[in-house]
C-alpha cells in the first residue's frame, strides 16, 4: 500500500518548520498518520476506528481492563 502525498501538519504544531508534530493524510478508503520526526513510519486506519479512538479518550472510557 502506497500513502498520499499530501501530508497536513496538526494545527497544535504552531507556525514553525519544527519537527515536533503529527501529520495526517487521507485517500478515499484510508487515513494515514505520522509523527513529523519519523516519517517513515505511518499509521494507517480508517475513519470508524480512528473516530471510536479519540471519542474514547475524550470520554475516558477505551475499554481497558474489562
Not at 498518520?33 to 475516558?60: F, M, V, Y
Amino acid at each position: 500500500m502506497t500513502t498520499p502525498d499530501n501530508w497536513q501538519k496538526s494545527s497544535y504544531s504552531g507556525g514553525s518548520d519544527g519537527n515536533n508534530c503529527l501529520e495526517l493524510a487521507s485517500t478515499p478508503t484510508t487515513l494515514h498518520l505520522r509523527e513529523s520526526d519519523h516519517p517513515a513510519t505511518t499509521l494507517t486506519t480508517t475513519r470508524t476506528p480512528l473516530a471510536n479512538l479519540l471519542e474514547g479518550i475524550r470520554t475516558g472510557d477505551l475499554g481497558v481492563g474489562r
